[in-house]
Nanobody, 123 residues
């Protein structure tokens, strides 16, 4: 099972970016899916999360600016980021609680991280 994140880049303050994360593999079910970020010299922090029923939660710092969404059929997770500020500069990681078939066809439940995508907001 892999999570592949994409969509990062360089944007000016006030601009927008959309991050995407695609899950692949012998997946049975994906429970919570989240976006985290880690700025240089700081701890990794939760940015936003969404349950498989669509309930969302956001860090206070991004409420009203970021929107998290998922497509359960496509096994994708998105993060629309608007009104970006330099304080949003970080490596962004997708995260998921995944249930999948092992090579021996047993159920496995694991936490999986994507590889991270850099978001840089210039002032």
């Amino acid at each position: 099972v892999q999570l592949q994140a994409s969509g990062g880049g360089l944007v000016q303050a006030g601009g927008s970016l959309r991050l995407s994360c695609a899950a692949s593999g012998r997946i049975i079910r994906i429970d919570d899916m989240d976006w985290y970020r880690q700025a240089a010299g700081k701890e990794r922090e939760l940015v936003a999360g969404v349950t498989n029923s669509g309930m969302t939660n956001y860090a206070e710092s991004v409420k009203g600016r970021f929107t998290i969404s998922r497509d359960n059929a496509k096994k994708t997770l998105d993060l629309q980021m608007n009104s970006l500020t330099p304080e949003d500069t970080a490596v962004y990681y997708c995260f998921a609680n995944v249930v999948y078939y092992s090579p021996s066809d047993t159920y496995v439940a694991e936490k999986r991280w994507g590889q991270g995508t850099q978001v840089t907001v210039s002032s």
